[in-house]
Antibody, heavy 121, light 107 residues
Framework: EVQLVESGGGLVQPGRSLKLSCAASGFTFSDYNMAWVRQAPTKGLEWVASISYGGSNTHYGDSVKGRFTISRDNAKSTLYLQMDSLRSEDTATYYC??????????????WGPGTMVTVSS | DIQMTQTPSSMPASLGERVTISCRASQGISNYLNWYQQKPDGTIKPLIYYTSNLQSGVPSRFSGSGSGTDYSLTISSLEPEDFAMYYCQQYDSSPPTFGSGTKLEIK
């Protein structure tokens, strides 16, 4: 059974840093691209960042580019999101998602339950 | 960025009713359109990928269609577990973007 479990969320002051983790199990982690998607309170979904299966290619949304870093440790089947210079608008539930893909399509086929990040003084 | 406009934002409906949710892209997205369901506890799962392909394990009462800029998700006969939020998502160009969501509520 595929499982994704995020951790590391919490309350943090503006300007500080936080690192999220996503522990994966039930599949060969190194075979899949992975992503972070967030949802601000009462808002919709926003893609944050993606990383290729080997970790060599990363992509970021404009709202986090230069402040957030996505990475992975395939030996530990774990995805990370280092969040620096946090702002109040980064307050959201952060979801880890697996990306299913072929040459014709891709989509997020499994999602974790999410971890809440609150940026406030 | 491609903007995804989802309508309606909320929809009261009854058990057994047939409902359709629409999603319009700000430019053509070549059928690169997915649909997701989010339950009140936050759990998210895929329903439809590449416009009309049903995700494994999803009931056949769900279907997707569309082309160009206009896409839709149809539920043929509402079951109690279908009352949730629904989001479309395009991946024709980066960044992938989501619609603002449709809340399906019990009438």
């Amino acid at each position: 059974e595929v499982q994704l479990v995020e951790s590391g969320g919490g309350l943090v002051q503006p300007g500080r840093s936080l690192k999220l983790s996503c522990a994966a199990s039930g599949f060969t982690f190194s075979d899949y691209n992975m992503a972070w998607v967030r949802q601000a309170p009462t808002k919709g979904l926003e893609w944050v960042a993606s990383i290729s299966y080997g970790g060599s290619n990363t992509h970021y949304g404009d709202s986090v580019k230069g402040r957030f870093t996505i990475s992975r440790d395939n030996a530990k089947s774990t995805l990370y999101l280092q969040m620096d210079s946090l702002r109040s608008e980064d307050t959201a539930t952060y979801y880890c998602a697996r990306q299913a893909y072929t040459t014709d399509y891709w989509y997020f086929d499994f999602w974790g339950p999410g971890t809440m990040v609150t940026v406030s003084s | 960025d491609i903007q995804m406009t989802q309508t309606p934002s909320s929809m009261p409906a009854s058990l057994g009713e047939r409902v359709t949710i629409s999603c319009r892209a700000s430019q053509g997205i070549s059928n690169y359109l997915n649909w997701y369901q989010q339950k009140p506890d936050g759990t998210i799962k895929p329903l439809i990928y590449y416009t009309s392909n049903l995700q494994s394990g999803v009931p056949s009462r769900f279907s997707g269609s569309g082309s160009g800029t206009d896409y839709s998700l149809t539920i043929s006969s509402l079951e109690p577990e279908d009352f949730a939020m629904y989001y479309c998502q395009q991946y024709d160009s980066s960044p992938p973007t989501f619609g603002s969501g449709t809340k399906l509520e019990i009438k």
